[in-house]
């Protein structure tokens, strides 16, 4: 479970140098201004959390309820609004505006978003299936092939790979490292992608564990 964490929305992927001159890309993330809103304890509602609005929006756009919310809080609303579980009680309060400086260049975080939708795809695309003869007049070349047997189960297993929807999904992006981190236009600069299409909203999170070979 994290310790710290922001919204941030997807600005695109770049290129930059390292002081080794190394190249590498890289995803820029504006990541916040985020206000906080609200704050779970561990004794009151059994878990640690805190609440984070991200994109301000006018108050009229917004349900009657979500208006109340923000406005019992003493804030301004915002049009994202999200809870970040964390390990402990929030070392927060209610109001506060959290930046990129959150995080610092050379650490690990995890990413969550949610990915590009490509609508309804078939089998080739979607699991990566081969495809069938070409050859002796064969007409199955991007047929599934059989899915189960006739007789014995009699029936389809559950979780059988065809065709359907693919992407529009949550998808989390672990250890991602931190390049840079740009104060001044509140931008993290993050090694490798992200899941989610440009001006998309994400998580970013301190990663929970570390990966496999490292200490």
């Known amino acids: 479970m ?35 809103v609200g704050l779970r304890a561990v004794q009151k509602d059994g ?10 929006v006018e108050e009229k756009k917004l349900t009657r309820a979500t208006a109340g919310h923000f406005k019992k809080a003493g804030v301004k609303a915002h049009r994202h609004l999200k809870e ?18 959150l995080f610092a260049a050379g650490e690990l975080v995890d990413v969550t ?24 007049g064969s007409h199955n070349i991007k047929q599934p092939g059989s899915i189960g047997s006739s007789s014995t189960p009699s029936r389809v297993y559950k979780g059988m790979r065809m065709a359907g929807q693919l992407g529009n999904a949550q998808r989390t992006t672990m250890h991602l490292k931190v390049v840079r981190v740009d104060l001044d236009r509140n931008l993290l600069l993050v090694n490798g992608d992200v899941p989610g299409h440009k001006n998309s909203v994400v998580l970013v999170r301190d990663s929970a564990r570390q990966p496999k070979g490292k200490k």
Not at 10 to 24: A, N, S
Not at 50 to 55: H, I, N, P
Not at 120 to 134: A, D, E, T
């Open 113 to 136: 978003g949610t990915t590009k939708g490509k609508g309804f795809s078939g089998q080739h695309k979607r699991h990566h299936f081969g495809r069938g003869p070409v050859t002796h």
């Open 47 to 56: 878990y640690g959390a805190v609440q984070l609005g991200f994109g301000e």
């Open 2 to 36: 994290a310790t710290k964490g922001l919204l941030a929305k997807k600005i695109g992927m770049t290129q930059v140098f390292t002081e080794k001159g190394e190249l590498l890309p890289v995803t820029v993330l504006e990541a916040g201004p985020c206000t906080v």
């Open 84 to 101: 970040v579980r964390l390990k402990a009680d929030a070392a927060y309060t209610v109001g506060q505006a959290l930046k990129a400086d």
